[in-house]
């Protein structure tokens, strides 16, 4: 797992937007791309995506929150459901 500076500034990141316009999918590939440089703990698209009736339906339901850094920042980014159903 990362170790993270909490003395860097902090930011909040949300992906919103439709449903399968890639939000869990980018928010994966953020942890990917970071976590080759150990700024992050690499998320596959299955490990935040993880409910069960996620996997059944092959949707986001629960909102999941991951870390990740870069050399300036710390970053708290919330992977939110496409289904405004799920949006309250």
Known sequence: MAQFER???H???GTIGHVDHGKT?????????LSLKKMAQFMKYDDIDNAPEEKARGITINIRHVEYETVARHYAHV???GHRDYIK
């Open 11 to 13: 930011v909040n990141i």
């Open 7 to 9: 003395n860097k500034p």
């Open 25 to 33: 999918t980018l928010t994966a590939a953020i942890t990917k791309t």
């Open 79 to 81: 992977d939110c459901p």
